[in-house]
Structures are given as C-alpha cells and as structure tokens.
C-alpha cells in the first residue's frame, strides 16, 4: 500500500508540475483510496479549479478520511455509486467500515462492509487492497469458530450444544457475543464473516 501510495503521489506531483490539474486530481484521489489521509488540502484547492463532480467528491472523500469521519465516508461512498465510479464507491465504504469499528459502532461497520461486497459484484467482483482488509477475518476464539460454523449449517442451538457438549445457554454466549463483535444482526451474517466458502448462510 505504501508503494501504491507513492506512485500516486509521484504521478500527482509530475501532473502538477505540468499544470494537468484533472490528472492530479485523479492522482490525488487514487492515493486517497489506498489510506492516503494527507490529500485533503491539495484536493480543496483543485475542487475550486478543476470542472465536473470528481474533484468534489474526491476533496470530500480526503476529509472524511483525514478526520476519520466513518459516515461522511459512506456517505461519499453513495456519491461515487452515482458517479458511475463503483470501484471508488467500493474502497470507500470499507474505509467506512474501518472508521465505523474504530467508534465502536460495529453494526454500521458491518452494513458498510455488506455494502462493499454489493458493489463488487457489480462489478465483477474486482480484488482490491482495501476489499482484502474487508474480507480479513474477525478475531474469535477457536470455540466461537466450531459454533458459528456449526450454526451456518444449518444446526439448532440444541444441536449445537450436544455436538460440542456445551449447554444451550453456553451456545446462547457464544453466538450472541461474537455477532456483537461485527455487527452481525442474525446467524446468517455472522456466518458469512468466517465461513463464506460453506455455502450455506441462511
């Protein structure tokens, strides 16, 4: 990513030497998509020079960024969408989600992360740096894995606990504190943060 970056600021530089102010700002705004959080005081003075919506919303985007504004960044992620540019819509929003989980606010974070995914596959499922931190797993412990991956079968809580020999209540824990964890709001999505590859989700 620290490489990314550096291309992106090296083009930056060279298209601002050559006074190519829409190419900076592309630039700019690539680098602001890899984590880039100082862009935000060049991208204001270009959005008032350069003509059309990207510039703005890519001045909108550094901001959000630079402040750890988690919503702004979703919000900015909808501008992209309506800008065609779904790719950019697709890292924002899981800079949003980083920004989200750092708040403690976990449930949003986990829509934004849903979000990505969405406009992905929109676009043919492309794998970028920011998407690979999206996909990463969340932390839990090796027996909250066995439940969760026991639940995205299709196995009741009962079940559950007389397969690993744990009370349902015990289950109950398990299941209960680690969709707090990411934000999952049923056993569905809890499953699909671990355990996408089981094809099963329900």
């Not at 990505?116 to 932390?139: F, Q, V, W, Y």
């Not at 991956?149 to 009741?156: D, E, H, Q, S, V």
């Not at 209540?169 to 996408?196: F, K, M, P, Q």
Request: net charge positive.
């Amino acid at each position: 990513m620290s490489t990314a970056i550096g291309h992106a600021r090296a083009g930056a530089r060279s298209a601002r030497d050559r006074q190519r102010w829409a190419r900076e700002v592309w630039c700019l705004q690539a680098a602001t998509r890899f984590g880039d959080r100082t862009t935000a005081a060049r991208l204001a003075e270009l959005a008032g020079v350069v003509k059309g919506p990207l510039a703005g919303v890519a001045q909108v985007h550094a901001a959000a960024l630079a402040t750890g504004d988690g919503d702004g960044l979703l919000e900015v992620s909808r501008r992209y969408e309506e800008l065609g540019d779904l790719l950019s819509a697709v890292d924002t929003a899981v800079q949003a989600a980083a920004e989200l989980r750092r708040a403690d606010r976990r449930g949003t974070a986990f829509g934004a992360v849903r979000r990505s995914r969405e406009l992905a596959e929109k676009c043919g499922a492309p794998h970028t740096p920011a998407m690979a931190i999206a996909d990463a797993p969340p932390e839990f412990t090796g027996r909250e894995r066995e439940v969760i991956m026991l639940a995205a079968k299709g196995l009741t809580n009962h079940e559950i606990a007389e397969r690993l020999h744990l009370s349902v209540r015990t289950v109950e824990g398990h299941l209960y504190r680690a969709a707090g964890r990411v934000g999952a709001r049923n056993r569905g999505e809890l499953a699909r943060t671990i355990c996408d590859d089981l094809g099963n989700t329900g």
